[in-house]
Structure formats: C-alpha cells, structure tokens
C-alpha cells in the first residue's frame, strides 16, 4: 500500500486549503484524516467511508469537508484558524489485511 498526499502550505487566517491523499496497493474501507499540532498528540479530524455518514471533530463542523473519489480522500478547508495549524496525516483501512496505513504527513500553517 502506497500513500500519497499533498495540498499543505502557508495560508492567511480566513483562507482555505485542500489536502489530497492518493492510495494505492489495495481495497480500501474508511478513509480519513488526523492531525498533529506542535506539542500536541495526534487527533482526529474526519473520516469517510462508502457506506456511513462522513464524521468531524467537533472543532472544524462547518468548516472542513472531507471526500473522496475512488482511492483519492480530500479535505477541502475552509475559515482557517491559526489553531488549524498542524502536520496533516491521511490514513487508510485496507480491507484484506484490516491493517491501517498512514500518509507521510504534510504541512498545513495558518498565520499571517
């Protein structure tokens, strides 16, 4: 299984990015995104899966959306905060080895 993402960058309060993850080397089940401020534990940011309802960290409802065509899971963000700011890290359940796998993470700074 292969990852892919990129979108991450340096972004103005207010403004608006979008991540991409590609994967590949699988069947893929839910499919999703965390993140990991500076000195902070990973947490989760949303989620999506074929067959349920896309879920969001409380924090980014109504402002982040996350998608996905085929193997390829997006988040579009949107009204970003500086506290937005963090290694963005997309992550893959692989339906015949039930394992999960992560993305090499990409970078997302919300300053002005």
């Known amino acids: 299984v292969q990852l892919q993402a990129s979108g991450g960058g340096l972004v103005q309060p207010g403004g608006s990015l979008r991540l991409s993850c590609s994967a590949s080397g699988g069947t893929f089940g839910i499919m999703g995104w965390y993140r990991q401020a500076p000195g902070k534990q990973r947490e989760f940011v949303a989620t999506t899966t074929s067959v349920r309802p896309t879920n969001y960290v409380d924090s980014v409802k109504g402002r982040f959306t996350i998608s996905r065509d085929r193997n390829t899971v997006y988040l579009q963000m949107s009204s970003l905060k500086p506290e937005d700011t963090a290694v963005y890290y997309c992550?893959?359940?692989?339906?015949?080895?039930?394992?999960?796998?992560w993305g090499q993470g990409t970078l997302v700074t919300v300053s002005s």
């Open positions: 992550v893959v359940h692989e339906r015949l080895t039930g394992r999960d796998y």
